[in-house]
């Protein structure tokens, strides 16, 4: 069974497919922080995202995995903490633009979930890498919202961004991701959609084990 989650930054969608998947016993798959860890090997490697041939390169020589607690790694190298930074963040919606990055990366989604029942998010999981998903789900919450959960995560991480700052770099993603010609972030038309403004991460999870129905 595949499970989709969509939506954009700071609607709790990570938190809310981690837990899902911890109780439902699937796999949990985080498409977003994969994007991440390729922009954070493309910014290290000084590669930019217009030179094509150089990401491709890279592509073939970076492993993405992750450990047992979900947490990223790059070539066996954990790098939860540097791909949350304020410079990644601003990058990530210019490199996952690149198709032959967004290639890569959904066939090796497709790949891992191929042989597990998996919940995955991120902002095209239902419409682009499992458009037959057997649930999609597309999460949104208020601006105000999600900057300032996003500020409470990233200051509990020891990343320094005000709350200014954080609110300006979900805005600006927002705009990228649902503008770029490849696999642009939108709703699904099958998909669910929920409102997470006045929900906690609890309530979320729950919600969507309601739709799900006993799978485990």
Known sequence: MI???DGPSGTGKSTTARLLARDLGFVYL???????AITFAALAAKIPPSDTAGLL???????????????ILINGVSREQEIRGAEVSA????????????????????????????????RDIGTVV???????????????????????????KGIPMTLEEVEKNL???DALDSSRK??????????????????SITQQVQKIRDYVGVVA
Do not use: C, W
């Open 3 to 5: 499970i989709a989650i």
């Open 30 to 36: 985080d498409t977003g922080a994969m994007y991440r």
């Open 57 to 71: 390169k890279l592509l073939e020589t970076t492993s993405v995995d992750f450990d047992s607690d979900n947490k």
């Open 91 to 122: 990058n990530t919606s210019l490199y996952s633009a690149v198709p032959e990055v967004r290639k890569v990366l959904t066939n090796l989604q497709r790949e891992i979930a191929k042989t597990h029942s998996a919940v995955l998010d991120g």
């Open 130 to 156: 499992f458009p037959n998903a057997d649930f999609k789900f597309f999460l949104v919450t208020d601006i105000k919202v999600r900057a300032a959960r996003r500020f409470e995560e990233l200051k509990e």
């Open 171 to 173: 805005l600006e993603r």
């Open 182 to 199: 490849e696999a642009p972030l939108r709703k699904a038309e099958d998909a669910i959609e929920i409102d997470t403004t006045q929900l």
